[in-house]
């Protein structure tokens, strides 16, 4: 067998199973860089909604005060709040 095809089947075979790089670790990267992009794009839709919710929060005095209402149980002075949980 020549020496050469075996010194290049044997760095193939090291490249492919023992390196750093192997097949298996690239494949565990790949599927990490997957679910990071998808997250990406999940966390992306969440601050176009936080804008959007805040742009409309902040362009009407009305829906100020029916947020902090809603989510902070706010109240003026004279006023009970009752909670009501279904």
């Known amino acids: 067998m020549n020496k050469y095809i075996l010194t290049l089947f044997i ?5 492919l199973f023992f390196d750093e790089n192997d097949i298996l670790t690239r494949f565990k990267y790949d599927q990490k860089i997957h679910s990071l ?8 839709k ?10 409309e929060l ?23 709040i009752f909670i009501i949980e279904e």
Do not use: G
Not at 11 to 15: L, Q, S, V
Not at 37 to 44: G, H, L, Q, W
Not at 49 to 54: G, H, L, P, R, V
């Open 11 to 15: 760095a193939t075979i090291w490249m």
């Open 37 to 44: 992009k998808t997250e990406i794009s999940f966390y992306e």
């Open 46 to 55: 969440e601050i176009e909604q936080s804008q959007s919710k805040m742009i």
């Open 58 to 80: 902040q362009s009407n005095d009305r829906n100020l005060e029916k947020f902090a209402r809603e989510q902070y149980l706010m109240k003026k002075t004279n006023e009970d």
